[in-house]
């Protein structure tokens, strides 16, 4: 499994990084309002879309590449279906 950085994939890296604290905090208003168990399903969904995703920016193995962006959206759907 290769992984490294190249100018494309830094520039994805770094918004990935920057979007996914703000979902964090912005979801915390919801914690109220829902059931506890979704809510940690919920946060369970968004991190592992988060690690998949910085995963994807970083593989240079496309086999990896294409199995971590396939596996991207698995979680998404579950949230955008809930």
Known sequence: MAT????LGVLFLLLTASIFPPCYLLSRSI???ANYYLFLLFLLFLFLMELL???VFQLLDLFFFY???EAVLIPMFLLIGQ
Request: overall charge negative; some cysteine.
């Open 67 to 69: 199995f971590c962006f």
């Open 53 to 55: 995703l910085l995963a």
């Open 31 to 33: 914690a109220n309002v």
């Open 4 to 7: 490294g950085l190249d100018g």
